[in-house]
Antibody, heavy 121, light 113 residues
Framework: QVQLQESGPGLVKPSETLSLTCAVS?????????WGWIRQPPGKGLEWIASIDQSVTTYNNPSLKSRVTISLDTSENQVSLKLSSVTAADTAVYYC??????????????WGQGTMVTVSS | DIVMTQSPDSLAVSLGERATINCKSS????????????LAWYQQKPGQPPKLLIYWASTRESGVPDRFSGSGSGTDFTLSISSLQAEDVAVYYC?????????FGQGTKLEIK
């Protein structure tokens, strides 16, 4: 079965870059689906961050402006996220998820368990 | 951005009774060329990631019990649970995937009365 596992540092200092990886097992990220990142601040709702497909077509949430970089590593079957110039407002659980089909315009059908990132000095 | 507004924010329903959650979008998420509503519903239990329940506003995801159903079109949508079970206690979110950026409702917390 398809599984996604996020990993990364649990603590990042303000103004630094947050780097996360999502390891995908049971499915090739080159199969055509889009892959996305979504975050959830403690006790709050969900915010979509960005998505990417194997052709490296990317969609970013404009609210995060140019701070976001999303990428694929097909050799490692991983999806990565970098978020620069972090502040306390970026403290959240970060999820990776698969779009249900090969189009960006679809729901997320499989989610990782999430990884908590705290921004603090 | 399309703003998604859910109502109510919280809901308490007796076991076996019907639960209804509403979701309103600030603009239509109906794509006229294929007559599909780009609207999904998710269930999130404490400490777990969201789980996809419904997509295209009314298509149940594989493995989701048939007591869950979605309805609506355009800007107004509803998630219904026909006979509430104890395991349905969760926060429920609607999400539009009609346009970038994807946006979610604020969530509705469903509890047992």
């Amino acid at each position: 079965q398809v599984q996604l596992q996020e990993s990364g540092p649990g603590l990042v200092k303000p103004s630094e870059t947050l780097s996360l990886t999502c390891a995908v097992s049971g499915y090739s990220i080159s199969s055509g689906n889009y892959w996305g990142w979504i975050r959830q601040p403690p006790g709050k709702g969900l915010e979509w961050i960005a998505s990417i497909d194997q052709s490296v077509t990317t969609y970013n949430n404009p609210s995060l402006k140019s701070r976001v970089t999303i990428s694929l590593d097909t050799s490692e079957n991983q999806v990565s996220l970098k978020l620069s110039s972090v502040t306390a407002a970026d403290t959240a659980v970060y999820y990776c998820a698969r779009h249900k089909t090969t189009t960006f315009y679809h729901a997320f059908d499989i989610w990782g368990q999430g990884t908590m990132v705290t921004v603090s000095s | 951005d399309i703003v998604m507004t859910q109502s109510p924010d919280s809901l308490a329903v007796s076991l076996g009774e019907r639960a209804t959650i509403n979701c309103k979008s600030s603009q239509s998420v109906l794509y006229s060329s294929n007559n599909r509503n780009y609207l999904a519903w998710y269930q999130q239990k404490p400490g777990q990631p969201p789980k996809l329940l419904i997509y295209w506003a009314s298509t149940r995801e594989s493995g989701v019990p048939d007591r869950f159903s979605g309805s609506g079109s355009g800007t107004d949508f509803t998630l219904s649970i026909s006979s509430l079970q104890a395991e349905d206690v969760a926060v429920y979110y609607c999400q539009q995937y009609y346009s970038n950026p994807y946006t979610f409702g604020q969530g509705t917390k469903l509890e047992i009365k």
